[in-house]
C-alpha cells in the first residue's frame, strides 16, 4: 500500500543548530514531494516542493531538502535553526497526481533557546 | 494579496445538525480541494472540485457529505446530519491548475460537534 512515513514525531534542538526531519515513502515510480508547515490553529505554508530535475531543491526560509530515490526518502534540512522554526512539519507525496496527497503524520519541531 | 479563505474559522455543531464550510480559492485559481486533519493525524484528500463541476471525490465519506464549487461563490462542504467523529479541521486548498500545481491551504475550519 501507498504510505508516507515520518519517523519522528518530535525532535528538539537549540536555537541556531543544524535540523533534519525525515521522510520516506512507499510507491513504485517517482513521485510528486512536498514539505509543508503549520503553525498551531493555522493552515499549511508550503516549503518546497520536487516535481523532477535537481534532487536537491531549495525553499522558503533557508529549508532545502533532497530526493534519494534509491531511499525513497525526501528529507528536510536547515543549517541553522530560529526559534520561529518551532511548528509542525509535514510531508506529503502524490503519488499519482499532484493534488491527491498523502500526508505523514506530522513532526512537531521545538527549538530551545 | 488574499490567500485560499475559508470561513467560518470555527464551527460548534450538536449531534444531528448541519454543518457548511466556505471557501473561496486565491485569486485566479480555479480548482479547489478539501481535506480533513483528525486529531494528531496528517491532511487526507476528501474532493477536488472545478468550477460546476466534482472531478474526484474518491476521498469524500459516501453518506452525509457534499461539496460543490458553483459558478458564482465560494465552494460549500456540507456535512449533514453530524456526528462527533466528524469533528475535525477542514481544509481547503486551491491551485491555478491540475498537475503540476502545488497546493495553497486556507487557514481551515474547526469543526466541534458537541
Known amino acids: 500500500a501507498q504510505s508516507v512515513t515520518q519517523p519522528d514525531i518530535h525532535i528538539t534542538v537549540s536555537e541556531g543548530a543544524s535540523l533534519e526531519l525525515r521522510c520516506n515513502y512507499s510507491?513504485?515510480?517517482?513521485?510528486?514531494l512536498f514539505w509543508y508547515v503549520q503553525s498551531p490553529g493555522q493552515g499549511l505554508q508550503l516549503l518546497l516542493k520536487?516535481?523532477?530535475?535537481?534532487?536537491l531543491v531549495q525553499g522558503i526560509k533557508g529549508f532545502e531538502a533532497e530526493f534519494k530515490r534509491s531511499q525513497s526518502s525526501f528529507n528536510l534540512r536547515k543549517p541553522s535553526v530560529h526559534w520561529s522554526d518551532a511548528a509542525e512539519y509535514f510531508c506529503a507525496v502524490g503519488m499519482d497526481s499532484s493534488y491527491k496527497l498523502i500526508f505523514g503524520s506530522g513532526t512537531r519541531l521545538l527549538v530551545r533557546p | 494579496n488574499a490567500g485560499v479563505m475559508q470561513n467560518p474559522r470555527h464551527l460548534v455543531r450538536r449531534r444531528g445538525q448541519e454543518a457548511r464550510l466556505r471557501c473561496s480559492p486565491m485569486?485566479?485559481?480555479?480548482?479547489v480541494y478539501w481535506y480533513r486533519q483528525l486529531p494528531e493525524e496528517g491532511l487526507k484528500f476528501m474532493v477536488y472540485l472545478q468550477k460546476e463541476n466534482i472531478i474526484d471525490e474518491s476521498g469524500m465519506p459516501k453518506e452525509r457529505f457534499s461539496a460543490e464549487f458553483p459558478k458564482e461563490g465560494p465552494s460549500i462542504l456540507r456535512i449533514q446530519q453530524v456526528v462527533r467523529g466528524d469533528s475535525a479541521a477542514y481544509f481547503c486548498a486551491s491551485s491555478p491548475a491540475r498537475d503540476n500545481s502545488p497546493l495553497h491551504f486556507g487557514n481551515g475550519t474547526r469543526l466541534t460537534v458537541t
Open positions: 520536487y516535481f523532477s530535475g535537481d534532487t
Open positions: 485569486k485566479g485559481h480555479s480548482h
Open positions: 510507491y513504485g515510480a517517482t513521485p510528486y
